[in-house]
């Protein structure tokens, strides 16, 4: 089946603790990229990357970090968490950038205390 | 920034009764694209229409295009229960695969 997945799902933390969100897909997509959702605010991108070893910026990447070694994965870091970065996060993917459908997964309720 | 901007916020009807929803942006596009959220869970694609097209149908959805009103509208028809989720417009402005979402519509369908 092709999916986008993430782990952890769910996950509670404490301000400053390393952490990293798993992104995988397996549809051999170019294009992947990480949203955060928030009340009021809606899906902004954070990070995107065109293809392994290529990431740039979305708008509001400050605090986050992310790496493409490989062209399925797409993990998030955040390096020292706050409490301003508690958020639904979502990792999608696309055939190519701006090619038409990109696949969500189901995404990660963080909560940073 | 959003570029778009969705109306109405939220809207409850009734099983049967059609759902239609409106977006609006503010740059020149490629394509628009239909998104549903159920609650707190990952968005699922429902439909693109393109900058020459002015109306596309999937189903039980039509959507429409304005490209001189910078307007989009969704329309679901003999809505159900589980039709009930948060729908969201979006464009790629940019064409860089940035997905520029509009705040959303709460659908609830009552059973």
């Known amino acids: 089946e092709a999916q986008v997945t993430q782990n952890p799902r769910y996950l509670i933390t404490v301000t400053g603790k390393k952490l990293t969100v798993t992104c995988s897909q397996n549809?051999?997509?170019?294009?992947m990229s990480w949203y955060r959702q928030d009340p009021g605010l809606g899906l902004r991108q954070i990070y995107y990357?065109?293809?392994?070893?290529?990431?740039d910026k979305g708008d509001v990447p400050e605090g986050y970090k992310v790496s493409r070694k490989e062209k399925r994965n797409f993990p998030l870091i955040l390096e020292s968490p706050s409490p301003n970065q508690t958020s639904l996060y979502f990792c999608?993917?696309?055939?190519?950038?701006?090619?038409?459908?990109?696949?969500f997964g189901p995404g990660t309720r963080l909560l940073v205390l | 920034s959003q570029q778009g901007e969705e109306d109405p916020q939220a809207l409850s009807i009734q099983e049967g009764e059609n759902a239609t929803m409106n977006c609006s942006y503010k740059?020149?596009?490629?394509?628009l694209q239909w998104y549903r959220q159920n609650s707190g869970r990952g968005l699922v694609h429902l439909i693109l229409?393109?900058?020459?097209?002015r109306e596309k149908h999937s189903g039980r959805l039509r959507v429409t295009l304005d490209t001189s009103k910078k307007s989009s509208s969704l329309l679901i028809t003999a809505s159900r229960a589980a039709d009930t989720a948060s729908y969201f417009c979006?464009?790629?402005?940019?064409?860089?695969?940035?997905?520029?979402f509009g705040q959303g519509t709460t659908l609830q369908v009552k059973p």
């Open positions: 999608a993917s696309s055939r190519d950038r701006g090619v038409e459908t990109q696949y």
């Open positions: 549809m051999n997509h170019e294009y």
């Open positions: 990357s065109m293809n392994v070893e290529v990431t």
């Open positions: 740059t020149s596009i490629n394509n």
């Open positions: 229409i393109r900058s020459n097209e």
């Open positions: 979006a464009t790629d402005p940019s064409n860089t695969g940035k997905l520029i």
